[in-house]
Nanobody
């Protein structure tokens, strides 16, 4: 069964940091572009960041540029999202997704994880 699993979410104070991980089961993550998305209650799913499978090029939503960093460890077949300087508005369920090309558009991805909750609160 092809599956993505996110981990690393939790409760953090404003200004704090979290690192999310995305791992695959049933296929090799390294062959795919990976995107991170988030969805807050009552809002549409938003592309946060993506990384290519070929040259490791990355892209970020304007709302997270300079604060979030996406990376991949091919030896561990895992993709990370390092989130620093977290803000209240970063609160959402975060999903990773795998697809053929890096994109911040959710319809470009084939496989999705179940999501991990990130809550930024004082």
């Amino acid at each position: 069964q092809l599956q993505l699993v996110e981990s690393g979410g939790g409760l953090v104070q404003p200004g704090g940091s979290l690192r999310l991980s995305c791992a695959a089961s049933g296929f090799t993550l390294g062959y795919y572009a990976i995107g991170w998305f988030r969805q807050a209650p009552g809002k549409e799913r938003e592309g946060v960041s993506c990384i290519s499978s070929s040259d490791g090029s990355t892209n970020y939503a304007d709302s997270v540029k300079g604060r979030f960093t996406i990376s991949r460890d091919n030896a561990k077949d895992t993709v990370y999202l390092q989130m620093n300087s977290l803000k209240l508005e970063d609160t959402a369920v975060y999903y990773c997704a795998a697809g053929p090309l890096p994109s911040l558009y959710y319809r470009d991805y084939y496989y999705w994880g179940q999501g991990t909750q990130v809550t930024v609160s004082s």
